[in-house]
Structure formats: C-alpha cells, structure tokens
C-alpha cells in the first residue's frame, strides 16, 4: 500500500486541487445532460440520447415504447448510482420492460419512477431536477467473463488535462447490476502503462484476488481500447476546462470509448484499487503542461507506468542487475548505439547525458515530454528514450542532463525504472 504521505485525502482534494476548477466548468459535473451535450458539440462520444425532461409536461409528451432496445433511466444530478434503472429488454406484444435483474416494470412502473426523480428524489448538489433516458451500452466482449450483470466503466482522473490514474468498476449482482463502489461492485485498479489491472477492491472495503464467484484472478485483465479511452478522457478535460477531475466512461463494443458523466469531485477509493496515493502523483505533475492530446497521454504513461517493466511482456524469474550495465540506445532509425549505464537508486528519475541526447537527436523542442527544474542547471528537457537492456526493449522518460558529459556513465537509471529487479549484485 502506498505511504501515508502519499494518500489525498478528501479535505486536500477540495483545497488543493478541486478548488482550482472554475465554477463555470464545475457546472459539467453537476449535470449529466450539460455534460453531455456539450462534449457531443465537441466531438467527444456519448450514450445516444433519447430524452431529458424536467417538467410532468415534457415527460408526458414521451413514449416509452418508442425505443428500440434497451435503455437506461437515471437523474441529470445523481450520485452514487442512486435512482438509476437499466432496462435490456421489452416483453414482445406488452407494454412491459424487463431491467438486468428481470424485474418487470410497467409504463406506469417507469413513469412512477421518473415522476421521483422529478420531484428530487435523487438529485444533488441542490441542482435542477430532471431525468435523462438514453441508450443502455451493451459490454465488451473483452470484459463479459469479469461482468455477471451491468455494464463496466473505466474510471480515468486527470489534473492539468493529463491523465493520473484510472480503475475499471464492474458491476455485481449486489450492486444490482451498476457500476458504483459504494453499491458494491468490484474495483480494479489499471497499470496507466498497459491497461492491464492490478489489484482489486470488493466495495469499498475488502482486498480481493480473485472474482468471488468465479475465482478468476481480478489482475492482468486488459483493458480493450486503453489508449482510446486515455485519449477520451484527455479531450473531455480539454473541453471542459476542468484542471482536476475524473472521467467515467462506458466501452462501446463498436463505438469504441464513450463518456458517461464527469465529475469535479471524484471519490478517492481508485487509490485502493491501485494500491498508489494520488497525491504523489499530482505533486509530480506541477509546472508540466501537455502540448495536445497525445502528448498528455504520453506523459501520463511515462510517469505513472505501475513499474519499469510495465510496457514489456516478460516471464520466468525477476531480473538481476548489476550496478553497471550495458545497454543499447535505439534511435528513430532503429539503429542501436551501445553504451553503459549505472543502476543509480539514488535518484528518483533515470537520466541522459546532453551531449549524448544531442547526438542521437532525442532533444527536438517539438517533441519534448516536459522541462524540468533541475538544480544547478535550471530547467532541463525530458525525453523518452528507448533502449534495450539484457533482453528486453524499454521506453522510459530520462532527464537531459550536462552534468553527465563527463561522466564514464552517459545513462542512469533512476527507482522510477528500477521497481521490479533486484540490483547490486554480481553476476
């Protein structure tokens, strides 16, 4: 688990980062339908809708049997999956709709719903009351062995527009087929370097290892379209103007990655998921801005990977590095460039000599992660650089320093790309 120090807790959430968000663009998150209409504006998917009423009148006007197929019935200003139902299915030749726990429910069952959610049953924030009735999002197939009922979300958090850390919610038949951790579904925390998830949360309470019902492992699950959906939940934080948030979001099966709410305040409990304090993260994204949508796609990986080994396929046993090892620099011709590189955990990020970068052509401005404060230099540029070490093929974000011109060791390797081996020792 994380250090203490490193947790965000719910106070320093609202000071320190929430109340940086403009109350213009908090108004996305307190309303679904805003949110929604606006990112449609802006080229970003969403549910197809198929009403927003807010008055008796507007919803007397709408006929449930218009729709084809499923759909789902939630409040503009919910939380916590409270007054949502999910319909798949309409009983052929009635006006009876059947929702993913085989309830029945009537057109009067459905309008008695929607008449609460009207009258504020669920709202919150003190915002407008209204219903919206848009598509259900069927699952992806790549998920449907992990989802016994429901749908899945991924859930992305974004600071500055970069993305920070993210988890899958899956539905239980005790969160009554919806993706909410305070109902009960299933968290799994997600490697922003692969997609694949790594530890999960029953609720918001109990450390699991595998699914309960089924006794699948809940880690190393891919998450389909992963950089799709990082790309999403980047141009959403874009749009919006929100500089700390979290981004839910369905995975159409066809339509690949599509926003389902935003949120200016999101619930803390992805740091459970994944085992990792949000506020470390945060603190190391100070002073960088992205360029565009990849470049902070780019930065999120690079900085937030689960190990040094995130992005390799690897097996057998764990690797042992001695203090001094070579490795091959691979440039944009894929030539490779040999050279030796020290095991430095004494510092935090790896890091490449400057006249080395220069001459391998790694220092374009246009192509820069970030600049970075370095002491005794002032701000420096940080690169990726992709590199092979014993076996394997890494990409790993490196400080161009000077200070290693003169250095025997034109490459070190920093803890972040470290985690994972064992060094020190003679082989």
Same mark, same amino acid.
């Given at each position: =688990?994380?250090?203490?120090?490193?947790?965000?807790?719910? @106070?320093?959430r609202?000071?320190?980062?929430?109340?940086?968000?403009?109350? +213009?663009?908090?108004?996305?998150?307190?309303?679904?339908? &805003?949110?929604?209409?606006?990112?449609?504006?802006?080229?970003?998917?969403?549910?197809?809708?198929?009403a927003?009423?807010?008055?008796?009148?507007?919803?007397r006007?709408?006929?449930?049997?218009?729709?084809?197929?499923?759909?789902?019935?939630?409040?503009?200003?919910?939380?916590?999956g409270? #007054? $949502?139902?999910?319909i798949k !299915?309409?009983?052929r030749?009635?006006?009876?709709?059947?929702?993913?726990?085989?309830?029945?429910?009537?057109?009067?069952?459905?309008?008695?719903?929607?008449?609460?959610?009207?009258?504020?049953?669920?709202?919150?924030?003190?915002?407008?009351?209204s219903?919206?009735?848009?598509?259900?999002?069927?699952v992806?197939?790549?998920?449907?062995?992990?989802?016994p009922?429901?749908?899945?979300?991924?859930?992305?958090?974004?600071?500055?527009?970069?993305? &920070?850390?993210?988890?899958?919610?899956?539905?239980?038949?005790? !969160?009554?087929?919806?993706?909410?951790?305070?109902?009960?579904?299933?968290g799994?925390?997600?490697?922003?370097?692969? #997609?694949?998830?790594?530890?999960?949360?029953?609720?918001?309470?109990? =450390?699991?290892t595998?699914f309960?019902?089924?006794?699948?492992?809940?880690?190393?699950?891919?998450?389909?379209?992963?950089?799709?959906?990082? +790309?999403?939940?980047?141009?959403?934080a874009?749009?919006?103007?929100?500089r700390?948030?979290? &981004?839910?979001i369905?995975?159409?099966?066809?339509? #690949?990655?599509?926003?389902?709410?935003?949120?200016?305040?999101?619930?803390?409990?992805?740091?459970?998921?994944?085992?990792?304090?949000?506020?470390?993260?945060?603190?190391?994204?100070?002073?960088?801005t992205?360029?565009?949508?990849?470049?902070?796609?780019k930065?999120?990986? !690079?900085?937030?990977?689960?190990?040094?080994?995130?992005?390799?396929?690897?097996?057998?046993?764990?690797?042992?590095?001695?203090? $001094?090892?070579?490795?091959?620099?691979i440039?944009?011709d894929?030539?490779?460039?040999?050279?030796?590189a020290?095991?430095?955990?004494?510092?935090?990020?790896?890091?490449?000599?400057?006249?080395?970068?220069?001459?391998?052509?790694?220092?374009?401005?246009?192509?820069l992660?970030? =600049?970075?404060?370095?002491a005794?230099?002032?701000?420096a540029?940080?690169?990726?650089?992709?590199?092979?070490?014993?076996?394997?093929?890494y990409?790993?974000?490196?400080?161009?320093?000077?200070?290693?011109?003169?250095s025997?060791?034109?490459?070190?390797l #920093?803890?972040?790309d470290?985690?994972g081996?064992?060094?020190?020792? @003679?082989?």
């Amino acid at each position: =688990m994380a250090k203490l120090s490193h947790i965000l807790g719910m @106070n320093a959430r609202n000071q320190l980062y929430a109340s940086l968000n403009s109350s +213009r663009a908090k108004r996305y998150g307190f309303s679904k339908y &805003v949110a929604k209409n606006f990112l449609q504006k802006h080229g970003v998917g969403v549910a197809k809708l198929y009403a927003m009423v807010s008055t008796q009148e507007e919803f007397r006007a709408f006929d449930f049997s218009s729709i084809e197929g499923g759909f789902a019935v939630k409040p503009s200003n919910g939380s916590a999956g409270k #007054g $949502v139902i999910v319909i798949k !299915s309409r009983k052929r030749g009635e006006d009876v709709w059947v929702d993913i726990e085989d309830r029945e429910w009537t057109e009067e069952d459905l309008r008695l719903h929607v008449s609460d959610i009207l009258a504020g049953q669920y709202s919150t924030w003190n915002t407008t009351r209204s219903a919206i009735i848009e598509e259900r999002i069927p699952v992806h197939p790549d998920l449907a062995p992990y989802v016994p009922i429901g749908t899945p979300d991924v859930r992305v958090i974004l600071f500055n527009n970069i993305p &920070v850390m993210a988890m899958t919610r899956l539905p239980t038949h005790a !969160s009554g087929g919806r993706a909410n951790l305070d109902q009960g579904a299933i968290g799994l925390g997600i490697d922003m370097g692969t #997609g694949k998830t790594l530890f999960g949360v029953s609720g918001k309470k109990e =450390m699991i290892t595998y699914f309960p019902d089924t006794q699948i492992p809940v880690s190393d699950i891919q998450i389909p379209t992963w950089i799709k959906t990082l +790309r999403t939940a980047t141009r959403t934080a874009n749009a919006t103007g929100l500089r700390y948030m979290g &981004v839910d979001i369905f995975l159409h099966p066809e339509r #690949g990655p599509l926003v389902a709410e935003v949120n200016a305040y999101p619930g803390l409990s992805i740091q459970l998921c994944n085992q990792a304090g949000l506020r470390k993260r945060l603190e190391r994204l100070e002073g960088i801005t992205a360029r565009n949508v990849n470049h902070a796609v780019k930065i999120g990986q !690079s900085l937030f990977a689960e190990s040094f080994s995130s992005f390799v396929e690897s097996e057998g046993d764990i690797q042992i590095l001695s203090h $001094v090892e070579e490795v091959a620099l691979i440039d944009d011709d894929d030539r490779h460039h040999d050279t030796k590189a020290l095991m430095n955990t004494g510092r935090e990020m790896s890091a490449i000599a400057y006249d080395l970068a220069m001459e391998l052509n790694l220092v374009d401005p246009n192509d820069l992660l970030w =600049m970075q404060q370095v002491a005794g230099e002032g701000k420096a540029a940080v690169v990726e650089v992709r590199y092979k070490l014993q076996d394997s093929v890494y990409r790993s974000p490196m400080i161009v320093t000077k200070k290693l011109n003169d250095s025997p060791y034109k490459i070190q390797l #920093g803890r972040n790309d470290l985690e994972g081996f064992f060094v020190g020792v @003679n082989r």
